[in-house]
């Protein structure tokens, strides 16, 4: 008798045929070129404009994207650890010596 028939039957015990399978466990790919993920997204998301606010240097900082029309052209970016949900406009005029939410791009 086939398998399936005797299964259906109650000949043939399901559990008895369970067999152990080995799976390979996905091994950490490499990027080809080396890059780590927020050094990929660096290369492929293209800011706006480029400024020496101190938020730029900041791993918080949105910038406004290449071919963005949206926002005023003063803007450089958000900040996404101030006033989460809802991200604070860095604009390029504005003076900020200091950031108690600052975290160095560099460090990591």
């Known amino acids: 008798m086939k398998k399936w028939f005797k ?5 043939e015990d399901i ?16 990027l080809e070129s080396g890059l780590t993920p ?5 290369e492929i998301m293209i800011p706006e404009k480029s400024s020496d606010h101190i938020c730029w240097g900041c791993t918080g900082l949105k910038p406004v994207l290449k071919g963005s029309k949206f926002p005023p052209a003063d803007i450089i970016g958000w900040c996404k650890k101030i006033h989460w949900p809802h991200y604070w406009c ?12 600052f975290e160095d791009k560099k460090k990591k």
């Open 7 to 11: 299964r259906v039957l109650g000949i």
């Open 15 to 30: 559990e008895t045929e369970k067999k152990e399978v080995e799976v390979d466990k996905p091994k950490k790919r490499s």
């Open 38 to 42: 927020e050094e990929f997204l660096e």
């Open 90 to 101: 860095v604009a390029d005029f504005n003076v900020v010596k200091k950031c108690y939410a």
